[in-house]
């Protein structure tokens, strides 16, 4: 158990030094459209799902990725690498301070007991995670179970608030019988995107990977970021599609929707969520120029190059 635990944790320290590179460009990405920001974290999702990767001589990982090696557990004088000189000699001296030193041919040490309690702790939060994440989602499936059927995929209930994407082979809109025409109509074309660029497929893996790596929380944050971008971008799908002078009439109908939110949705769903920052996105939109667009790309081929590779 314990060298699964290990391999995770190395995992989980290489996406967080390609999470944090994501967050910085992020921040160059401000004047670009969101779905830029939004592909990017595709980038951490495979560096925390996928422990192998290209090679690339421009390659800014560390050139050796078990900054915690598998020997450790047996080590007389155990120590990481992470490459990052402060962060070493900070855990090195930490370690060397709270294990007692171990003696030629003892059978038990330390840091693999150490090790092995972690290792526990860490699938325990797996399986609470686990369970939340399907319970509330049996849950709002149970709850949901007289919505009637609108049109095509679209259901209709008024044990809900907020409108919302459910489902995995055969995803549903569902939405709450109260919606006026525009409501309706922006609502709609907004789960619909959801769907067309298969988000009920990538929000459940992130969310997985989540639950694998609950323990880092620089994948908290990028759980958060990425689907705030996910959402920020569906936005601008709907405006760039149907035109930038709905801005006022759908930010309306966002501003309306956030007013009955009730908290219920499994985090499996898609519920509108960070509405006060998508009215703003939304109320600022302007069709991005040529210039962005190139400067977004560039930036983006340059973040996967040197961190979507290894040396």
Same mark, same amino acid.
């Given at each position: 158990? !314990?060298?699964?635990? %290990?391999?995770?944790? +190395?995992?989980?320290? #290489? ?6 590179? *994501? /967050? ?120 949901? !179970?007289?919505?009637? %059927?609108?049109?095509? +995929?679209?259901?209709? #209930? ?6 919302? *994407? /459910? ?145």
């Amino acid at each position: 158990m !314990s060298k699964l635990f %290990l391999t995770v944790l +190395n995992m989980s320290i #290489t996406g967080g030094f390609v999470a944090i590179a *994501v /967050m910085i460009a992020r921040l160059l990405l401000k004047r670009a459209p969101k779905v830029f920001s939004y592909a990017l974290w595709a980038l951490v999702l495979f560096r925390l799902l996928c422990p192998f990767s290209f090679e690339s001589e421009v390659s800014l990982m560390p050139a050796d990725k078990e900054y915690i090696p598998q020997e450790i557990v047996y080590m007389q004088n155990p120590a990481i690498n992470t490459g990052i000189k402060m962060i070493d000699i900070a855990v090195n001296n930490t370690i060397e301070e709270s294990l007692p030193p171990v003696n030629q041919g003892a059978s038990v040490n330390p840091a693999g007991v150490l090790t092995e309690i972690f290792a526990i702790i860490w699938l325990a939060g797996i399986a609470v995670l686990l369970c939340y994440g399907f319970i509330t989602y049996f849950r709002l499936k149970q709850r949901l !179970s007289t919505a009637t %059927l609108v049109r095509d +995929n679209i259901y209709e #209930t008024d044990l809900i608030k907020t409108a919302f *994407v /459910m489902g995995f082979i055969k995803p549903k809109i569902i939405i709450p019988i109260d919606l006026s025409e525009n409501e309706f109509d922006y609502i709609i074309k907004h789960e619909e995107t959801h769907i067309k660029r298969f988000d009920y497929i990538i929000k459940p893996l992130a969310f997985l990977a989540l639950i694998i790596h609950w323990f880092n929380p620089l994948i908290w944050l990028s759980y958060y970021l990425m689907t705030k971008d996910m959402e920020m971008s569906c936005d601008e799908s709907v405006m760039k599609n149907t035109g930038e002078d709905i801005r006022v009439n759908y930010s309306s109908s966002l501003f309306a929707l956030s007013a009955r939110q009730s908290g219920l949705l499994s985090p499996l769903a898609f519920g509108e969520g960070n509405v006060k920052g998508r009215i703003k996105n939304v109320l600022n939109y302007r069709k991005p120029s040529f210039w962005i667009i190139l400067s977004a790309v560039i930036i983006i081929a340059t973040v996967l190059i040197l961190f979507g590779t290894d040396p």
